[in-house]
């Protein structure tokens, strides 16, 4: 079991910056978060959770299409953290934002790949 928290979540306007983290702690079987991939997900209400962005161990990311050029994932491997910047954001960007984890060293959006997930921290953008 990977301990997972989100913080940095609340409202802005369009147009505006957030920045989401993420503290992932050490596996119950000894083996640290650093040696997976990570990944933001977010889920609006009525419709279905999608990835946003993700990125192995030596910091190769991938992005959604709705998101590249606008949010940059990064992780801090010393502190065990995992970094949303995002600019640019648009009222379709509000959701609530899920830091997870995966046991694989390749960088995915498929939320069913996961095995640890955060509780959510909601972001909302008004236009």
């Known amino acids: 079991q990977v301990e997972v928290q989100e913080s940095g979540g609340g409202s802005v306007q369009a147009g505006g910056s957030l920045r989401l983290s993420c503290e992932a702690g050490?596996?119950?079987?000894?083996?640290?978060?650093?040696?997976?991939?990570l990944a933001w997900f977010r889920q609006a209400p009525g419709k279905e959770r999608e990835g946003v962005a993700s990125?192995?161990?030596?910091?190769?990311?991938i992005y959604a299409d709705s998101v590249k050029g606008r949010f940059t994932i990064s992780r801090d491997n010393a502190k065990s953290r995992l970094y949303l910047q995002m600019d640019s954001l648009e009222p379709e960007d509000t959701a609530v934002y899920y830091c997870?984890?995966?046991?694989?060293?390749?960088?995915?959006?498929?939320?069913?790949?996961?095995?640890?997930w955060g509780q959510g921290t909601q972001v909302t953008v008004s236009s």
């Open positions: 997870a984890v995966v046991k694989s060293p390749v960088a995915i959006l498929e939320a069913g790949w996961f095995s640890y």
């Open positions: 050490k596996s119950t079987d000894g083996t640290t978060y650093n040696s997976y991939s």
């Open positions: 990125i192995e161990r030596e910091s190769k990311p």
